[in-house]
């Protein structure tokens, strides 16, 4: 298992614990199920001052939510 889906399945599991209903997506069924999820939370790796993460996927989610809520 790669060690960001782990990371997932670990804030999936603290997140559920703290009774926050959340879905773990695959980045590549991001845009099948964005049109119906009320929150995106992306981790990332490292996050620079001026907001560019090392998660490469991360900056497609964000604003295919941003897109889809528009």
Do not use: F, K, W
């Given at each position: ?24 997506v ?8 964005m ?35 528009a």
């Amino acid at each position: 298992m790669p060690a960001d889906a782990d990371a997932s399945l670990r804030t999936h599991a603290v997140l559920t614990a703290a009774g926050i209903p959340c879905t773990v997506v695959l980045d590549s069924a991001v845009a099948y199920i964005m049109d119906r999820v009320d929150l995106v939370v992306v981790g990332s790796e490292a996050v620079v001052e001026s907001g560019v993460s090392r998660q490469h996927s991360a900056r497609t989610i964000c604003l295919l939510a941003l897109n889809i809520r528009a």
